[in-house]
């Protein structure tokens, strides 16, 4: 069980560490001076979050390899994040929706979380829960704002739909180890919150008078390393330091 736990964690840490260092690109460049400084704090959070769950994993793996070595020390087949939090930002919009989307699922996963028989997810979930709730306000408060204000605004959030939701299926994807865990009531069944995150979605599409879509193409491989082109960019920037002087600290 130890094994799968270990896989299951890194998965939920990649997500988190991906969709962070997204995030914290957006620093300088963002559309008003509060979004320069919320964003990146934004992305702290999740990196916080993945600190800790690289942490449980190095402990699952007997202390292999440190939190750092799992984070900055793999390439980019072996990471197991999903293909939504690895997308680029096109517009601030797009980051918005993607955050929203994202938020909304591990808010309801780390409440099912609460009553894991592991004790450090637990405690993870207590933390990581009120967090998701503060980036679900300020990301649906924008999705609102952009949907339901001006034509173009109204525009670019429709088209960021069309990007972004086919992506969403993966958020519910249970691999072999992730459903090990959830009969062992370890971490919950992703499945058994779709219904939740869809109702939450659809609630704040409506305020934000923009459609929920109908039929999707859904895109997966993440979860089974396999990335979009924009992945390998991606870890290539993360991993400058950790390449260019290993074993550095400070």
Known sequence: MSENLFFSTIELADDHLILGHRLSEWCGHAPTLEEDLSLPNLGLDLLGAATNLYSLASNLEGGKRSEDELAFGRIEKEYKNCLLVEKPNENFGHTMLKQLYFCVFMKLFWNECNSSKNKILAGISAKSQKEMVYHIRHSGEWVIRLGDGTEESHFKMTEAINELHPYTEELFYMSEVSLNCAKKNYLPDRLKIKKAWEK????????????????????????????????????????????TYPGQTW
Do not use: C, W
């Open 200 to 243: 939450e979605i659809r609630d704040i599409f409506k305020e934000a008078t923009l459609p929920y879509p109908s039929i999707v193409h859904f895109q997966i491989g993440g979860r089974n390393g396999i990335h979009t082109e924009t992945m390998g960019h991606l870890i290539s920037t993360m991993q400058y330091l950790q390449r």
